[in-house]
């Protein structure tokens, strides 16, 4: 019975043992014996909200997590140093020459290339943090120097330390002293308009009083003018009625007239071009005249000749210009 018993013992304890291997094997995703590399960063700062098991990530996706944090102080010169370890999974992270030629990650060969670390906000609700990795080569590494057995990753200020160092250079005080006198300088000019602003109320009540009972007055007299304005446009529609009335009773009349005024305008128009033809120098017509006219003149002055001999010699109509 002793045998029977040892052996059901140690079969539950074998049994446990394989039980408890499966369970790390399953639930550990086969990690336990992967190949995994091994890197610290030196973070400038608080590294507050970063802890054991945060995500290592490399352009958002998951590459790793970190391992471990520890504080180590330099014995010769007391500097604090806060080493963070990090560690990445093999299926996580590969280097390859060729698809399907995968190599052991070289992180000494990937920081010269530009691989930097940087801490990432993980939550703004929780204030976690997370450690981001990614390639900007034209940064420059500042490496601790410090031998800790595996290599190191060159870190970045994160953006939070950037905000957090552009808010500790600007001068807090003396924007502080300037607010403190606007504020100061605001009650005054509160105190002063308070002051000059009761007189002038009373003045503008007034005012708009005035300006109250000229509206009204403006209104009033709108209203007869409106009035007057309504009576003259009828006067004038009527004006236009009987002015249209006439106008298509004396229509025909008015078209006589006008037929008329054509013709006599037709008829100034050749007699217009008739005196303009005897004005011409050079017309025919004015020749004509001329000659005319010169013709007239030697009758005249035959005439007048004989004329004067008539009065000298009243004989001469019965016995001729010869026999005197």
């Known amino acids: 019975m002793a045998v029977n018993r040892s052996a059901l013992v140690g079969g539950f304890v074998l049994g446990a043992m394989v039980l408890i291997v499966v369970a790390i094997l399953l639930f550990g995703g086969m990690t336990l014996f992967a190949h995994k590399t091994r890197a610290v960063v030196f973070f400038q700062g608080s590294v507050a909200g970063l802890q054991i098991g945060a995500p290592v990530t490399f352009r ?4 790793g997590s970190v391992r471990s944090i520890s504080l180590q102080i330099n014995s010769d010169d007391l500097i604090a140093t806060v080493p963070v370890f990090i560690e990445l999974e093999e299926n996580g992270v590969t280097m390859s020459s060729s698809p399907g030629a995968d190599m052991p990650v070289d992180i000494a060969k990937l920081v010269d290339a530009g691989l930097r670390a940087q801490l990432a ?5 929780t204030g976690q943090f997370a450690v981001e990795l990614d390639m900007k080569p034209n940064t420059q ?5 410090s031998d800790m057995g595996v290599p190191e990753i060159p870190t970045l200020p994160s953006e939070f330390q950037h905000i957090k160092e552009q808010f500790s250079d600007l001068p807090l005080q003396e924007l502080a ?4 006198r606007t504020l100061e300088s605001l009650e005054i000019l509160s105190r002063n308009l308070n002051a000059e602003i009761g007189p002038s109320a009373t003045s503008l009540r007034a005012t708009s009083d005035a300006a109250r009972a000229a ?13 007057d304005v309504s009576r003259t446009l009828a006067n004038i529609d009527r004006l236009i009625a009987t002015g249209q009335k006439q106008l298509d009773k004396s229509g025909p009349a008015l078209d006589q007239t006008l037929l008329s005024a054509n013709r006599a305008i037709g008829k100034a128009e050749t007699l ?3 005196v303009n033809s005897l004005a011409d120098p050079r017309s025919q017509m004015r020749a004509d005249l001329e000659a005319a006219m010169r013709d007239l003149a030697a009758s005249a ?11 000298r010699n009243p004989g001469a109509i019965l016995t001729g210009r010869g026999g005197g």
């Not at 002293?177 to 403190?180: G, L, P, Q, S």
């Not at 002055?301 to 009065?311: A, C, D, P, T, V």
Request: no cysteine; aromatic share 2%; proline share 0%.
């Open 215 to 227: 509206v009204m007055s403006a209104n009033d007299a709108v209203s007869v003018l409106q009035g």
């Open 272 to 274: 217009m071009n008739s």
């Open 141 to 145: 590494a500042h490496l601790s120097g």
């Open 301 to 311: 002055s035959s005439l007048r000749g004989f004329s004067s001999e008539i009065e």
């Open 121 to 125: 906000t993980q939550s703004l609700v």
């Open 177 to 180: 002293e300037r607010a403190v």
């Open 60 to 63: 958002g996706m998951r590459v």
